[in-house]
Nanobody, 116 residues
Framework: VQLVESGGGLVQPGGSLRLSCAAS????????MSWYRQAPGKERELVAA????????NYAASVKGRLTISRVNDKNTVYLTMNSLKPDDTAVYYC??????????WGQGTQVTVSS
């Protein structure tokens, strides 16, 4: 099982990034996919989640309207499109796969830094 995040980097406040998470080794289309983040000195928090079919999404209040989660099951990939980025969005972003209260996998994380 692998979850490989990419797309992180340094961006100025107000800028945009798109994170990708490529999955392999499990039935991607059966799993709920999520993005979490962890800032220095803080606990890991849920940013956004998407159902297995993509028909349902939910977001943390702090990112609603600025970040969008999406998935392409044919490509085994989940995305996080981030607009109007703020310094408070600086964190390591992790991809998560979850199924049926039994199976859960994590990626290695990608750093996002929002700074002028």
């Amino acid at each position: 099982v692998q979850l490989v995040e990419s797309g992180g980097g340094l961006v100025q406040p107000g800028g945009s990034l798109r994170l990708s998470c490529a999955a392999s080794g499990f039935t991607f289309s059966s799993y709920r996919m999520s993005w979490y983040r962890q800032a220095p000195g803080k606990e890991r928090e849920l940013v956004a989640a998407i159902s297995s079919t993509g028909g349902s999404t939910n977001y943390a209040a702090s990112v609603k309207g600025r970040l969008t989660i999406s998935r392409v099951n044919d490509k085994n990939t989940v995305y996080l499109t981030m607009n109007s980025l703020k310094p408070d969005d600086t964190a390591v972003y992790y991809c998560n796969a979850y199924f049926n209260r039994k199976y859960e996998y994590w990626g290695q994380g990608t750093q996002v830094t929002v700074s002028s």
